[in-house]
Nanobody, 116 residues
Framework: QVQLVESGGGLVQPGGSLRLSCTASRFTFSRYAMSWYRQAPGKERELVAAITSAGDSTNYADSVKGRFTISRDTAKSTVYLQMNSLKPEDTAVYYC?????????WGQGTPVTVSS
């Protein structure tokens, strides 16, 4: 069974950092573009960052540009989201997603809370 397992979420103070990881199994990770989404309470899920299958291009939501960095390690079948200078408005459940052609997989999400 295909799996995407996120980890690294938690409680952090404003201005702090977290690194999220999403490890894939049972599919060919190198074929898939990977992205991170988030969903805050009462809001729609939104794209945070994306990276191509080759890792040669990235895309970010305006709200996180300059603070978040997406990267991938094909050998570990893992995509990362480094989050710096966190703000309370970054509080959400963060999900990773894999896309290839019409195939899409979602992880189960990891919660991030930014609060003092």
């Amino acid at each position: 069974q295909v799996q995407l397992v996120e980890s690294g979420g938690g409680l952090v103070q404003p201005g702090g950092s977290l690194r999220l990881s999403c490890t894939a199994s049972r599919f060919t990770f190198s074929r898939y573009a990977m992205s991170w989404y988030r969903q805050a309470p009462g809001k729609e899920r939104e794209l945070v960052a994306a990276i191509t299958s080759a890792g040669d291009s990235t895309n970010y939501a305006d709200s996180v540009k300059g603070r978040f960095t997406i990267s991938r390690d094909t050998a570990k079948s893992t995509v990362y989201l480094q989050m710096n200078s966190l703000k309370p408005e970054d509080t959400a459940v963060y999900y990773c997603r894999a896309d290839w052609a019409l195939i899409r997989y979602w992880g189960q999400g990891t919660p991030v809370t930014v609060s003092s």
